[in-house]
């Protein structure tokens, strides 16, 4: 079973618009959770963290958390061409286990003009 | 100025061989960290080390081994390259901290082919 879950995609978004990406985490002791985006052929960088429910709101980016439904979402407002990419979301169960991130196998999402 | 930085970029070699990578961060941090990026784009940790002390050390083959000379370097030694190993590694970097939220810098990436 996978521990950290998300929709591979492509995910098609019309420039402008709002991209919406989901991830699911099995290990209900998790503190804190990521969403890194990767350019093909690059290394990951982080665009967002959260670790209490509920949103946090960076520029046209929202993080969304809801521990009880195990659940972290990103959304995309005004999408743009160079949105596109793979969002990696990444989980972190705390320092007794090292502060070992957890990654899903990411979401591809394509921001057509 | 480079924040974590890899050599070599690129590796393309035998099976059979012995291959190292390098790691340097110039960023101060405390924990260092090895990920494998295989062909299906999932991001796995192999390895981190915190003050030279190894902290993490997932199921990995014995081939693989880290050395942390330093806080600022993390290096990965691989014996007996197999075919199941090409896939892109990177190192990333982090600062301990006494809240919940460490971000993890990662470096360009290795991408080791195996033929």
């Known amino acids: 079973q996978k521990e950290v879950e998300q929709n591979s995609g492509p995910l098609s978004v019309p420039e402008g618009a709002i991209a919406s990406l989901n991830c699911t985490y099995s290990?209900?002791?998790?503190?804190?959770f990521f969403w890194y985006r990767q350019y093909s052929g690059k290394s990951p960088e982080l665009i967002m963290f959260?670790?209490?429910?509920g949103d946090k709101e960076d520029g046209r980016f929202t993080a969304q958390l809801n521990k009880a439904s195990q659940y972290v979402s990103l959304l995309i407002r005004d999408s743009q061409p160079s949105d596109s990419a793979t969002y990696l979301c990444?989980?972190?169960?705390?320092?007794?286990?090292?502060?070992?991130?957890?990654f899903g196998g990411g979401t591809r999402v394509l921001v057509k003009p | 100025d480079t924040a974590v930085s890899q050599t070599p970029k690129y590796l393309v070699t035998q099976m059979g061989n012995d291959k190292s990578i390098k790691c340097e961060q110039n960023?101060?941090?405390?924990?260092m960290y090895w990920y494998k990026q295989d062909s299906k784009k999932f991001l796995k940790i192999m390895f981190s080390?915190?003050?030279?002390?190894?902290?993490i050390n997932e199921t990995v083959p014995n081939r693989f081994s880290p050395k942390s000379p330093d806080k600022a370097h993390l290096n990965l030694h691989i014996n007996s390259l197999e075919l199941g190993d090409s896939a892109v590694y990177f190192c990333?970097?982090?600062?301990?901290?006494?809240?919940?939220?460490?971000?993890?810098?990662f470096g360009p990436g290795t991408r080791l082919t195996v033929l």
């Open positions: 960023l101060g941090h405390d924990t």
């Open positions: 080390y915190n003050n030279k002390e190894l902290i």
């Open positions: 990444a989980v972190n169960p705390g320092k007794a286990a090292g502060n070992k991130l957890t």
């Open positions: 290990d209900r002791g998790s503190q804190s």
């Open positions: 990333a970097s982090s600062q301990a901290t006494s809240g919940r939220v460490e971000e993890q810098f």
């Open positions: 959260i670790y209490s429910n």
